[in-house]
């Protein structure tokens, strides 16, 4: 394979690609590697705040100097356990500051981290355990230590179960033990052998694995991404030199860090000096953000889309005149937002009707999310263009981003003021895009994947000789060199009439026009329908509008309802070419989830699942003696031989 490090200074792009410099200084060699990044940032700034965690009913911090005293504990006890290089260490947790010191921990013995999502089945987190070749798993507790001890069979290479929370089971002593018991191990170590964890991060190359991530996929088995020290250190330095972070800021870091994103987050902190409050439960989100007032948070399309459902679904709670309000107050935040991203300036009378939209709707938005919030980052999956319009119009930009696993995580980013809605911005410093001739986006740079874990055949159908990664997306470059994601290449549907029909596009338009949407499906045979899934808070805010009750499933299929949903749809076939548009569709009587296996962690549809889980409902609308299905057909056939 060829050497993915990248000298950022002199990269230069070769034939057609766009390449984007960003903004500031760029680094001229990124750090050999995360271990060497991580040590470096803790001496550098020893004393100022690394990681807030819940600790009891409040938040316990970390200095960066006592977090690396913490994680080369770690480290040591790592190598005590005969750990070595690019040996793999399996972290089943969530998302809390255990996990982040793990990883370091596993980072600075030289090893890989493997990582797993603690809602993975047993028997896949069997499979991704032995198919990593995993010596050591760290599991979160007794739920994640039970999934091993039921598989303990097919993982014969495990040597060691660390147990973050609990205490072990005399029956599980020969190979069970505490997270507290691997740091005594290495603190003793390094009595004896002061230098042993300085040693083994001095050995790493910047081609070693450093993570492997297995994909979850919305089909097949997952692949496991190698991921290698350079492909971090690229990534840090490149958010670095984008210069619209610095040592002053506050992440409140929520998303999996099983996910390519999440780690992607915790480089940049390394590289920059930031402080992140850690905790992974959604539900405390609306609580945590209050208390810790971050200065910028990322999260998946789906919290966003909750925040403004929320928010119009309450405009219209609190009656007409207040909704009246409401809706003045983003027609002027629309107009200032407008010429802000044009690069023009706010007539005054436009400047005061929008302080004035800003103290009656925009601050009480600002103050749930903290009140300090500079920019949020969206990722994982495509964001509607309205809902990035609308947080921009209360003076919050959501910068869009894109990237796979494949490319350890970021690619390309909007960037503060100069955001374009339906697009994931330029390529990160030292990154090149190009399209395909038959549209599919190509990437070439520092980020991307060293390969498939023992899959060469896999590897050499995505991944060229001269470093370019065949992404599966569709998409377009504008004047500018934006990205814009048209859907997966492999979800694009031709209709019998031969057009085109791109369902995540349909799909994100839709959840912006109906806020008591949580997910839709689009289905394509000879024209297309949809699957829906209503989201349960805002469908109970539906029913009380209504004065109706009744539990999800009932409501869910309440013909008051379907109208909505019908109007909300021809709403959205205004917009659509018409062969585009939804001739039918149907409602689920239940809410999608990650423990059904319908959604993945970073709550993307698995739509092979939710379709096979649907045949019935799905072959119901296509069945050709429904007169609805006669009619749809003959208007479906007349839009595309007029188009």
Not at 62 to 84: F, K, M, P, S, Y
Request: glycine content about 8%; hydrophobic content about 45%.
């Amino acid at each position: 394979m060829p050497d993915r490090s990248i000298d950022l200074e002199t990269a230069e792009p070769v034939g057609g690609p766009v390449r984007h410099s960003g903004p500031g200084v760029v680094p001229t060699v990124a750090a050999p590697s995360y271990g060497r990044l991580f040590l470096d940032r803790a001496a550098a700034t020893p004393e100022r705040e690394a990681f807030r965690y819940p600790a009891g009913s409040g938040w316990a911090s970390l200095t960066w100097d006592q977090a690396r005293e913490r994680v080369c504990n770690l480290a040591a006890g790592l190598l005590g356990l005969g750990i070595g290089p690019e040996d793999r260490v399996s972290i089943a947790c969530s998302t809390r500051v255990e996990w982040v010191l793990a990883d370091l921990a596993t980072m600075c013995a030289g090893a890989a981290t493997t990582t797993v999502y603690p809602s993975t089945q047993p028997e896949e987190v069997a499979y991704i355990v032995a198919d990593s070749g995993s010596r050591i798993v760290v599991a979160e507790d007794e739920a994640q230590l039970a999934k091993l001890r039921e598989y303990r069979t097919r993982i014969p290479g495990v040597d060691r179960v660390v147990i973050v929370d609990g205490l072990v089971d005399p029956a599980d002593a020969d190979w069970v033990v505490t997270l507290a018991d691997v740091e005594a191990l290495g603190q003793s170590r390094l009595v004896e052998q002061p230098t042993l964890v300085d040693a083994a991060v001095a050995a790493i190359r910047p081609d070693q694995l450093a993570t492997l991530i297995y994909t979850s996929g919305t089909t097949g088995r997952p692949k496991g991404v190698e991921l290698t020290h350079a492909n971090w250190t690229y990534e840090a330095a490149a958010v670095g030199a984008l210069g619209i972070l610095d040592a002053d800021d506050v992440q409140y870091l929520w998303l999996p860090l099983a996910h390519s994103f999440g780690k992607v987050l915790l480089v940049a902190q390394a590289q920059i000096g930031f402080s992140t409050a850690i905790d992974g439960r959604v539900e405390s989100i609306v609580d945590n953000l209050p208390a810790v007032r971050p200065t910028f948070m990322a999260g998946v399309p789906r919290v966003f889309e909750k925040v403004y459902s929320a928010a119009r679904s309450r405009a219209h709670e609190e009656g007409a005149a207040k909704e009246r309000v409401f809706d003045w107050a983003f027609d002027i935040g629309a107009r200032v937002s407008a010429l802000r991203l044009s690069g023009q300036s706010v007539p005054p009378l436009l400047r005061a009707r929008h302080s004035l939209a800003d103290r009656l709707v925009f601050s009480k938005l600002k103050t749930r999310l903290g009140g300090r919030m500079r920019f949020l980052v969206s990722g994982s999956a495509p964001l509607a263009p309205q809902i990035a319009a609308w947080f921009s119009a209360a003076g919050l930009d959501v910068l869009e981003g894109y990237g796979l696993t494949e490319t350890s995580a970021g690619t390309t980013i909007n960037l503060p003021d100069v955001i374009a809605f339906g697009t994931v911005g330029r390529p990160l410093p030292g990154s090149e895009i190009k399209i395909a001739d038959d549209g599919e986006i190509m990437v070439r740079g520092g980020g991307v994947m060293r390969g498939y874990h023992g899959q060469p055949e896999q590897t050499a159908a995505v991944l060229s000789a001269d470093g370019w990664l065949a992404t599966g997306d569709v998409g377009e470059l504008d004047e500018l060199g934006r990205v814009r994601i048209t859907d997966r290449k492999k979800d694009l549907v031709k209709t019998s009439a031969g057009k085109y029909i791109a369902p995540q596009a349909i799909e994100a338009q839709f959840k912006a026009i109906c806020p008591v949407v949580a997910q839709m499906v689009v289905t394509v045979r000879n024209y297309a329908a949809a699957l829906i899934a209503l989201d349960p808070d805002a469908l109970q805010t539906w029913a009380a509008a209504q004065g109706v009750s009744g539990d999800f499933a009932a409501l869910s299929q309440d013909e008051r309802m379907r109208d909505y949903l019908q109007s909300s749809l021809d709403e959205l076939n205004g917009r659509l070419n018409r062969w585009e548009s939804i001739k039918q569709f149907r409602v689920l009587d239940h809410e999608l989830s990650i423990a059904a296996g319908e959604l993945t962690p970073s709550m993307k549809v698995k739509r092979s699942v939710v379709e096979s889980a649907n045949a019935e409902l799905i072959d119901e609308m296509y069945r050709a003696d429904g007169p609805a299905n006669r009619s749809a057909r003959a208007s479906d056939t007349a839009g595309e031989e007029s188009a």
